[in-house]
């Protein structure tokens, strides 16, 4: 808010300087001449003091907008790493349970099979005890 004020007075002493100026050039007794040469001469002072007060206030302006946007850059690249970090920690959990899965998988289908495998030897054993039962 300061700013806002302090460009207001600003402007209004500048508006009021060239108002006093201008009254007190006309009113002063001299030839037209003289007279036009002293508005030119101080509405150019007027106006290259404005000019440079609003190239400070322009410079600071600048230098505040690219503060922030340098500001907003490094937190978008903060939060982009962030999120990438989270990505690969996401990845590599889903990656760490499909391994898990897999290998109980493997470990099931092994035990499966050497269960098939000792009840087909059952089987067959079984079998041929009774076909000796049968010859004898």
Do not use: C, H, W
């Not at 007060?53 to 690249?77: C, H, M, P, Q, W």
């Not at 109980?104 to 087909?120: F, H, T």
């Amino acid at each position: 808010m300061s700013d806002k004020y302090t460009k207001g007075f600003v402007v209004g002493a500048f508006i009021g300087g060239a108002v006093g100026a201008i009254t007190a050039l006309l009113l002063a007794p001299k030839s037209g001449e003289e007279l036009r040469k002293d508005i030119a001469v101080k509405s150019t002072d007027a106006y290259d003091k404005a000019q440079k007060y609003f190239e400070e206030k322009e410079i600071i302006i600048g230098d505040k907008l690219k503060s922030t946007v340098n500001e907003g850059k490094l937190r978008a690249d903060k939060i982009v790493d962030s999120a990438k970090a989270q990505a690969n920690e996401i990845l590599e959990s889903a990656e760490r349970v499909f391994n898990e899965a897999k290998n109980k998988s493997g470990a099931s289908k092994e035990y499966i099979q050497d269960r098939i495998s000792k009840v087909k030897s059952a089987v067959s054993e079984s079998a041929e005890v009774f076909k000796q039962e049968l010859k004898s």
